[in-house]
């Protein structure tokens, strides 16, 4: 009878590992135990893997597709699912655009939140990422004040690998900031639940299906004490640290007009920069600011899709990457992108850099590396974002038989140049977590 603890993908037509060797393997196979990767290989599988028949496994039988390690997605606002194609936004930049969405998001309830994080998620793994994060910066007054449990407990049901941060929002209006009154807390509220959600919910284990991260949203939401605050709470917890920084011009007028200064200079001034730090965006940093940021190891977020679709600008992907950063990439939220699916990202970011730099400005392995190796680094795992010995089990599977596909002759570049297509399966932690063909939770969790 088969181990339900135990796990075999086999007769992968490709199977990319993204190992030191960045090793393709033809007709591949991956074992795993407890959700962890024991044994990967290529041609039959042994008749015993990792000590036990290779029948006693739950088998997927991967025939005609690709596997991917899973994608890591390393910026999100769930919730922003409930207001997609938000009419009275559809044509605006970031400021107007949040203008108009601040009192609509403010109306939102439990019951959207929970609804919203399971839409993105299932959407997330339909595109064969099996790790994300959610930024949630939101907590109107109409909702739970433990609205992160629901996400969580939303996310959990899913499947997915989930890192939500606990955002915050504390500068108003009537303080100088962006969002209405009525959307922020104080400092020592959104601290109290900070260290609420990490001692309930943080596992620092390898293999952890749930991370916390900290995360005040932006320099025109937040001020400088609760970022310091926030930032020293963190380091004693040992979670990392997000946040939105120089996402538009607009965001760079705003801080030389409050702080006096860039937005990394702002960041810098409130010890917010290091390893433990990924920031969204990250468009408008000059040079000498990218060499600093790559002297400090931060992690970049990029989000193609939101940034063409807000018209904020082209990050410096190359340019961080070369300096030292981690580059991953992002659906960010649904109310800018407006879908949550990450296969699409790694063509869009292909595109959009081709578009500045010629085709060689971008190529399809730098794009994979973003979305699997990269995006794990910001992330501070080294757990995931390579199917190799040791690693979590978790994996994207695309069908080479899908009729985007068909016709198509190198079937790595394929996943990147056409259209996207949805995955046949989505693999977390050797667990089925989404199957085109069948089983799953049904797209509302319920
Ligand atoms: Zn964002």
């Known amino acids: 009878m088969a181990d339900n603890k135990r796990f075999l993908l086999e007769n992968a037509t490709t199977l990319v590992t993204m190992n030191g060797a960045r090793e393709v393997l033809r007709d591949g196979w991956v074992a795993a135990r407890d959700g962890?990767?024991?044994?990967?290989?290529?041609?039959?599988?042994p008749?015993?893997?990792?000590?036990?028949?290779?029948?006693?496994?739950?088998?997927?039988?991967?025939?005609?597709?690709?596997?991917?390690?899973g994608l890591v997605n390393t910026h999100?606002?769930?919730?922003?699912?409930?207001?997609?194609?938000?009419?009275?936004?559809?044509?605006?930049?970031?400021?107007?655009?949040?203008?108009?969405?601040?009192?609509?998001?403010?109306?939102?309830?439990?019951?959207?939140?929970?609804?919203?994080?399971?839409?993105?998620?299932?959407?997330?793994?339909?595109?064969?990422?099996?790790?994300?994060?959610?930024?949630h910066y939101l907590f109107?007054?109409?909702a739970s004040p433990e609205l992160l449990d629901i996400t969580i407990e939303a996310a959990r049901k899913t499947g997915i690998r989930f890192h939500p941060t606990r955002g915050s929002m504390s500068r108003s209006q009537k303080d100088g900031g962006l969002p209405p009154d009525d959307v922020v807390q104080d400092a020592d509220t959104i601290l109290a639940d900070c260290e609420r959600v990490i001692g309930k919910w943080h596992d620092p284990q390898p293999g952890a299906l749930v991370r916390i991260a900290l995360a005040p949203c932006s320099p025109f939401s937040v001020d400088p004490d609760l970022m310091r605050r926030t930032a020293e709470l963190a380091r004693h917890h040992g979670v990392r640290l997000h946040t939105h920084l120089a996402e538009t011009r607009d965001e760079n007028d705003y801080c030389r007009q409050i702080y006096g200064s860039r937005p990394l200079d702002f960041l810098e001034s409130v010890g917010w920069t290091g390893p433990d730090v990924w920031l969204a965006h990250g468009i408008w940093f000059d040079d000498d600011e990218i060499a600093r940021l790559g002297r400090a190891g931060t992690g970049i977020a990029h989000c193609p899709t939101s940034n063409m679709r807000l018209g904020s600008g082209i990050c410096r992907v190359r340019d961080l990457r070369r300096a030292g950063c981690p580059v991953g990439l992002a659906v960010d939220g649904s109310a800018s992108n407006d879908s949550s699916n990450l296969l699409a990202e790694l063509r869009q970011a292909l595109l959009l850099h081709r578009v500045l730099g010629g085709a060689a400005a971008m190529t399809?392995?730098?794009?994979?590396?973003?979305?699997?190796?990269?995006?794990?680094?910001?992330?501070?795992?080294?757990?995931?974002?390579?199917?190799?010995?040791?690693?979590?089990?978790?994996?994207?599977v695309f069908d080479l038989e899908a009729?985007?596909?068909?016709?198509?002759?190198?079937?790595?570049?394929?996943?990147?140049?056409?259209h996207p297509e949805p995955a046949r399966a989505t693999i977390v932690g050797g667990c089925v977590a989404y199957d085109r063909d069948g089983g799953g939770i049904g797209w509302l969790g319920r």
């Not at 962890?36 to 599988?45: N, Q, R």
């Not at 399971?118 to 930024?135: A, F, I, K, N, P």
């Not at 730098?366 to 690693?391: F, N, Q, S």
């Not at 985007?404 to 790595?412: L, S």
């Open 76 to 135: 999100h606002h769930l919730y922003q699912t409930r207001t997609r194609a938000w009419r009275g936004a559809v044509d605006s930049e970031l400021f107007p655009w949040l203008r108009t969405l601040y009192p609509v998001w403010a109306q939102l309830d439990n019951e959207d939140f929970h609804r919203a994080a399971v839409v993105g998620c299932q959407e997330l793994l339909r595109s064969g990422c099996t790790l994300t994060t959610d930024h």
């Open 47 to 69: 008749v015993f893997v990792d000590g036990i028949l290779a029948q006693d496994h739950q088998r997927f039988d991967a025939t005609g597709c690709v596997v991917l390690p």
């Open 140 to 142: 109107p007054r109409a």
């Open 403 to 418: 009729i985007g596909y068909d016709g198509a002759d190198d079937p790595v570049a394929a996943l990147v140049l056409c």
């Open 36 to 45: 962890l990767v024991t044994a990967v290989g290529h041609g039959p599988v």
């Open 364 to 396: 399809v392995q730098e794009v994979l590396e973003m979305a699997t190796l990269d995006g794990a680094r910001c992330l501070g795992r080294d757990d995931v974002g390579a199917i190799e010995p040791g690693k979590a089990c978790d994996l994207a």
